[in-house]
T-cell receptor, first 114, second 112 residues
Framework: DTAVSQTPKYLVTQMGNDKSIKCEQNLGHDTMYWYKQDSKKFLKIMFSYNNKELIINETVPNRFSPKSPDKAHLNLHINSLELGDSAVYFC?????????????FGQGTRLTVV | AQTVTQSQPEMSVQEAETVTLSCTYDTSESDYYLFWYKQPPSRQMILVIRQEAYKQQNATENRFSVNFQKAAKSFSLKISDSQLGDAAMYFCAFQGAQKLVFGQGTRLTINP
């Protein structure tokens, strides 16, 4: 069983389209994250949710809207896609209350906007 | 706000030698953990080593060890007896209350 799974793994789409990336974790963790990894490999935190509540929104354009229907799922919807949105997006989860436990990551979604 | 800085975008080392990757961080929190993660070309994020902020003893995992200087907010990773499989991006990370922040990463190349 995959601990944190993201779908799709690859996504190619045209500018202006709307797309979603899904993330699910089966670890019982309370906290989930979305990160954007650009071409320089910098992992930038976008959002953090704890028990379905938004905790962190790191000055991300409002074209990006996370949704957490329950604490095991954190989806990312992107409206009006732009060329600069091309990146690898990672979902991750942590227990939330035990800082010594490492984060578990999905395999990443490579988004290419053409 | 927490920040993590890795000042070495790229490092290279001869196989079997030792290399040290640097990391500094800034925080006002007293309870936190520090991690080093490895990202090979497969994109998978792999935990290398973790350090508890309240422990003075440096963490060690086989060939990997850290030099944790809490007052200086420094957390470097030493890789001994470098192997070809160690080639990857290495990320230093700060885990505080509900926030996990990464440094910019260091690309490590191993020369045979």
């Amino acid at each position: 069983d995959t601990a944190v799974s993201q779908t799709p793994k690859y996504l190619v789409t045209q500018m202006g389209n709307d797309k979603s990336i899904k993330c699910e974790q089966n670890l019982g963790h309370d906290t989930m994250y979305w990160y954007k990894q650009d071409s320089k490999k910098f992992l930038k935190i976008m959002f953090s949710y704890n028990n379905k509540e938004l905790i962190i929104n790191e000055t991300v354009p409002n074209r990006f809207s996370p949704k957490s229907p329950d604490k095991a799922h954190l989806n990312l919807h992107i409206n009006s896609l732009e060329l600069g949105d091309s990146a690898v997006y990672f979902c991750a989860s942590t227990p939330g209350d035990r800082l010594n436990t490492e984060a578990f990551f999905g395999q990443g979604t490579r988004l290419t906007v053409v | 706000a927490q920040t993590v800085t890795q000042s070495q975008p790229e490092m290279s080392v001869q196989e079997a030698e030792t290399v040290t990757l640097s990391c500094t961080y800034d925080t006002s929190e007293s309870d936190y953990y520090l991690f080093w993660y490895k990202q090979p070309p497969s994109r998978q994020m792999i935990l290398v080593i973790r350090q508890e902020a309240y422990k003075q003893q440096n963490a060690t995992e086989n060939r990997f060890s850290v030099n944790f200087q809490k007052a200086a907010k420094s957390f470097s990773l030493k890789i001994s007896d470098s192997q070809l499989g160690d080639a990857a991006m290495y990320f230093c990370a700060f885990q505080g209350a509900q926030k996990l922040v990464f440094g910019q990463g260091t690309r490590l190349t191993i020369n045979p």
